[in-house]
T-cell receptor, first 115, second 113 residues
Framework: GAVVSQHPSRVICKSGTSVKIECRSL??????MFWYRQFPKQSLMLMAT?????????EQGVEKDKFLINHASLTLSTLTVTSAHPEDSSFYIC???????????FGPGTRLTVT | DQQVKQNSPSLSVQEGRISILNCDYT??????FLWYKKYPAEGPTFLIS?????DKNEDGRFTVFLNKSAKHLSLHIVPSQPGDSAVYFC????????????FGTGTQLKVEL
């Protein structure tokens, strides 16, 4: 099956700093990548959708200046949490879909802790 | 507005018995449905899917049933195994919606020995 990797798996940063999370599709070309966050015992909340070579589409309530998404190639998308605050601490998950795919394949997630 | 709902936050089943996880949706534009399984601190893994032109899809121990008129789908796992203990999310995709999915809130399944 399709494999999606995420790096890092876990990161701790200080309040006010920025953190970059990478999402890679390892064995297929991901025309679309999605970024989710999940709070404890809650559902996956879609943050944004990014298509290769174009600007990301953010869901309502998600600050695009705070969560910068870049999808520069068909195998890589990055999410940068700028000026992170403790309330940004969460589990961030990316997923990817290709042109012929009916669904999404998820990365293993990144646990972000802002102190 | 929760378009995909999983009304049971948790379910406990004995090993060997059938697990039935339910999902309801409100958007009649959804035409493709998926079930994902998620362990803590991991990304969801795809289990099984069904197109709206079908009412049943089976893959090993997993069967998904779709009742379009009731806007309801269910995932049956039989026999249930302890390793099935996880959170199960149903997801739905609208016609022409690309790969964008709407997820339910999840059901925590616990399979007991």
């Amino acid at each position: 099956g399709a494999v999606v990797s995420q790096h890092p798996s876990r990161v701790i940063c200080k309040s006010g700093t920025s953190v970059k999370i990478e999402c890679r599709s390892l064995d297929f070309q991901a025309t679309t990548m999605f970024w989710y966050r999940q709070f404890p015992k809650q559902s996956l909340m879609l943050m944004a959708t990014s298509n290769e070579g174009s600007k990301a589409t953010y869901e309502q309530g998600v600050e695009k200046d705070k969560f910068l998404i870049n999808h520069a190639s068909l195998t890589l998308s990055t999410l940068t949490v700028t000026s992170a605050h403790p309330e940004d601490s969460s589990f961030y998950i990316c997923s990817a879909g290709g042109r012929t795919m009916s669904g999404q394949y998820f990365g293993p997630g990144t646990r972000l802790t802002v102190t | 507005d929760q378009q995909v709902k999983q009304n049971s936050p948790s379910l406990s089943v004995q090993e060997g018995r059938i697990s039935i996880l339910n999902c309801d949706y409100t958007n009649s534009m959804f035409d493709y449905f998926l079930w994902y399984k998620k362990y803590p601190a991991e990304g969801p893994t795809f289990l099984i899917s069904i197109s709206s032109i079908k009412d049943k899809n089976e893959d090993g121990r997993f069967t998904v049933f779709l009742n379009k008129s009731a806007k309801h789908l269910s995932l049956h796992i039989v026999p249930s195994q302890p390793g099935d203990s996880a959170v199960y999310f149903c997801a739905a995709r609208p016609t022409g919606g690309g790969n964008k999915l709407t997820f339910g809130t999840g059901t925590q399944l616990k399979v007991e020995l």
